[in-house]
């Protein structure tokens, strides 16, 4: 099974808006609304940030937000900070009852 | 509070077995699936299987069938992520997760990982 498709890296100056895009099949992000987003600083573990599609866990900061459109999903981050600074992965429950993950983007706050 | 601690870090040189650990507590261990993701060095995250301690249903990542087993001991809440003959290839961080059926399909605490390095 393919992962999801996520830009390398995605940067923006610190208070403005940033989205990353993960693009799957109709067969896993497409499917369900089941996409959720993970952060993962160098050296941690992954945290939840966003769950089926665009739910925060109890904690997560609302400037995180997510969307979904067809086979693409999506996460925002308004107002960029340098604690935002991560590699973020999108992940889908699939129609083969597995989960994939996206490869990963690199964020970046110049 | 909900907690996974997973075992130490371990250096094996190909061929070996080795079985890794996820303890979990601060919650009902038979209720929930426990999931095992990896990370190979500097790479991304990669959904390896899962299993139900309540009824040990188990299932596994196509691409990962039948080179790990996944198990479980619910006497003493603990998952295991198991290997008959490693490779240098399965040199990873490996994370034990925790997924709610009844609240979604997502992976809500994570175990700080264990790192296993294979090499002769």
């Known amino acids: 099974q393919s992962a999801l498709t996520q830009p390398a890296s995605v940067s923006g100056s610190p208070g403005q808006s940033i989205t990353i895009s993960c693009t799957g099949t109709?067969?896993?992000?497409?499917?369900?609304?089941?996409v959720s987003w993970y952060q993962q600083h160098p050296g941690r573990a992954p945290k939840l940030m966003i769950y089926?599609?665009?739910n925060r866990p109890s904690g997560v900061s609302n400037r995180f937000s997510g969307s979904k459109s067809g086979n693409t999903a999506s996460l925002t981050i308004s107002g960029l900070q340098a604690e935002d600074e991560a590699d973020y992965y999108c992940?889908?429950?699939?129609?083969?009852?597995?989960?994939?993950f996206g490869g990963g983007t690199k964020v970046t706050a110049l | 509070e909900v907690q996974l601690v997973q075992s130490g870090a371990e250096v094996k040189e190909p061929w070996e077995s080795l079985k890794i650990s996820c303890k979990a507590s601060?919650?009902?261990?038979?209720?929930?699936?426990i999931a095992w993701v990896r990370q190979m060095p500097g790479k991304g995250l990669e959904w390896m299987g899962i299993?139900?301690?309540?009824?040990?249903?188990?299932r596994y990542s196509p691409s990962l069938q039948g080179q790990v087993t996944i198990s479980a001991d619910n006497s003493i809440s603990t998952a295991y992520l198991q290997w008959g003959s490693l490779k240098s290839s399965d040199t990873a961080m490996y994370y034990c997760?925790?997924?709610?059926?009844?609240?979604?399909?997502?992976?809500?605490?994570w175990g700080q990982g264990t790192l296993v390095t294979v090499s002769s």
């Open positions: 997760v925790r997924h709610d059926p009844r609240s979604g399909y997502y992976f809500d605490y």
């Open positions: 601060g919650y009902s261990f038979t209720s929930f699936y």
């Open positions: 299993i139900y301690p309540g009824d040990s249903d188990t």
């Open positions: 109709s067969s896993d992000v497409g499917a369900y609304s089941y």
């Open positions: 089926d599609v665009s």
């Open positions: 992940s889908s429950y699939t129609s083969r009852n597995t989960w994939v």
